[in-house]
T-cell receptor
């Protein structure tokens, strides 16, 4: 079965640089979520999109922005990178129309290292 | 403030034994409770989930027990195997709220000894 695809899988950036992370949801999934996971920590919600509109917003820095495109893929743009942004970034997708459950399927993640 | 509290932080169990992980939540708006398994460097994988309308759900060796009045739920891993060694996260979300974001517990690192 098709899974969530994230690219790149690894990314190394310098402080103050910018980064773009991409997410391709499972086919027919209409909702995308972004989570950040620091070393030894649980995933923290950043932002979500449903049908290309921002659905909810968590603890996402103002330096970060994201959007969902017409083909449902999403991009997380990170500017003025800081050392503390080094983490695993996960994208998850779900079918919002399935209103009984909230099954979110996670991608393999992008490991961002800021030097 | 951790909205979902998970315990223990780590757990060692012998092969064939039972692993038990507990979670408690505060937000009464939560009505969907999944468990995720995560291996190092990998994305969380959905294991099993429960809604408050049932008190127990079993899938293979994994069982969720849910106590709505106590706002607690737990994962039981029966006949634990070395391949079950991973970090397990409980999570919670409202189903109908916008975005349906998952709020995770702090995780439990499980080690199954052969």
């Amino acid at each position: 079965a098709a899974g969530v695809i994230q690219s790149p899988r690894h990314l190394i950036k310098e402080k103050r640089e910018t980064a773009t992370l991409k997410c391709y949801p499972i086919p027919r999934h209409d909702t995308v979520y972004w989570y950040q996971q620091g070393p030894g920590q649980d995933p923290q919600f950043l932002i979500s999109f449903y049908e290309k509109m921002q659905s909810d917003k968590g603890s996402i820095p103002d330096r970060f922005s994201a959007q969902q495109f017409s083909d449902y893929h999403s991009e997380l743009n990170m500017s003025s990178l800081e050392l503390g942004d080094s983490a695993l970034y996960f994208c998850a997708s779900s079918i919002r129309r399935d209103s009984y459950n909230n099954e979110q399927f996670f991608g393999p993640g992008t490991r961002l290292t800021v030097l | 403030q951790q909205q979902v509290k998970q315990s223990p932080q780590s757990l060692i169990v012998q092969k064939g034994g039972i692993s038990i992980i507990n979670c408690a939540y505060e937000n009464t708006a939560f009505d969907y409770f999944p468990w995720y398994q995560q291996f190092p460097g990998k994305g969380p994988a959905l294991l099993i989930a429960i809604r408050p309308d049932v008190s127990e759900k079993k899938e293979g060796r994994f069982t969720i027990s849910f106590n709505k009045s106590a706002k607690q739920f737990s994962l039981h891993i029966m006949d634990s195997q070395p391949g079950d060694s991973a970090t397990y996260f409980c999570a919670a979300s409202p189903v109908v709220a916008a975005g349906n974001k998952l709020t995770f517990g702090g995780g439990t690192r499980v080690l199954v000894k052969p």
